[in-house]
């Protein structure tokens, strides 16, 4: 087909279709089919290049004048049916999309959990700042001066010149410190917080993490109200068939003390991923406050006896919630968060 024959055949289907022009949508469909840069008269004014030379007037003539119809029918148009609105079409039909709910981070829910049943058992919320000083992180708590928890290793120091002993706190023990200093007996504070250690990052530890500790004093306190006690609770938490183990362990600001491991919940002592295919889940180490430390509170030690004992949440959200790379929690991940 000729350029001329084809601008003719474009000249019939234009003039067929501008009676058909009822609305400023269809106007606009008709200016993109023939009127932009794209459109069917532009790509025949391309094809005039190939016309011989002597034709080229004609074909030329015959271009324009198909250009003023098709112009003056889509002003014409325009007059007539307005501008195309520039608010999009609105479908109310459409099916929602849809809030996104925020939610309570599973370490906060699992703080709130452990705080809510121990406030149920009497005990009451106490803080401390995470900038402490050697005295209440270390002192006061019967570390030696030469224990290896004070190395470099473990602590991070705070670079200041006028105050060497200061240091991001490596365990919410220097909480109870604060707490005999500034409380008379008896008392029961529970005292969630975060700490941290100078550990490289890994799948199984954090160098930020949480703990909770547990302080009770009074006159005659007993070891048999701290196994009473992490007993009740753990049966209010985890299982309320659970079985226990009290196992002796070590640390500088208990004596006795212990490690409470219970039976795992999920597969009730026989064995599975949770408790790593020993039946047992270890939930704190705890011991009765050793006298030097009630002394160094202000608390006479013949007087007063009590119990502590310290627990890191994140192990505690691993166990409940099978996540197995603690790295997990803190990636803010939607797709993770989002499943608790
Ligand atoms: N402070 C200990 C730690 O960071 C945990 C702990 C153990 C706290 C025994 C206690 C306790 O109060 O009695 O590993």
Not at 88 to 108: F, K
């Amino acid at each position: 087909m000729t350029l001329i024959d084809q601008i003719s055949a474009l000249r019939s289907e234009i003039e067929h279709e501008i009676p058909t022009i009822d609305s400023a949508d269809a106007a606009e469909r008709f200016r993109l089919k023939h009127l932009v840069k794209k459109g069917t008269i532009q790509s025949c004014v391309e094809g005039l290049r190939m016309v011989p030379r002597e034709e080229k007037p004609l074909v030329g003539k015959a271009l324009n004048e198909l250009r003023a119809l098709a112009e003056g029918a889509f002003a014409h148009a325009q007059e007539q049916f307005g501008k195309r609105s520039s608010t999009p079409h609105l479908d109310l039909t459409l099916p929602p999309r849809g809030q996104r709910r925020g939610a309570v981070h599973p370490i906060t829910q699992t703080v709130d959990k452990l705080v809510s049943i121990f406030s149920s058992m009497g005990f009451e919320v106490a803080e401390g700042p995470d900038v402490e000083d050697d005295t209440h992180n270390f002192g006061k708590l019967n570390f030696a001066a030469d224990h290896p928890a004070r190395d470099m290793q473990d602590t991070f120091f705070i670079d200041d010149e006028a105050r060497a002993d200061l240091l991001l706190r490596t365990h919410t023990s220097s909480v109870q410190v604060r707490v005999m200093e500034n409380m008379k007996p008896p008392i029961r504070c529970i005292m969630p917080g975060r700490v941290y250690r100078n550990e490289a990052v890994s799948a199984r530890s954090l160098a930020e993490f949480h703990q909770i500790e547990g302080l009770y004093i009074d006159k005659g306190v007993s070891m048999a109200d701290l196994k009473g006690t992490i007993m009740a609770f753990a049966r209010r938490f985890y299982d309320e068939n659970a079985e226990f183990r009290f196992r002796t362990s070590y640390f500088p600001f208990t004596e006795p003390s212990c490690e409470i491991d219970m039976s795992c919940f999920l597969c009730k002592g026989d064995g599975c991923r949770i408790c790593k295919h020993s039946g047992w889940l270890e939930i704190c180490g705890a011991g009765m406050v050793h006298p030097n430390v009630l002394s160094a509170c202000g608390i006479d030690p013949n007087e007063y006896s009590g119990f502590a004992f310290g627990f890191g949440v994140e192990r505690v959200v691993l166990m409940l919630t099978g996540i197995d790379d603690i790295r997990l929690l803190y990636d803010n991940d939607i797709r993770v968060l989002s499943q608790f």
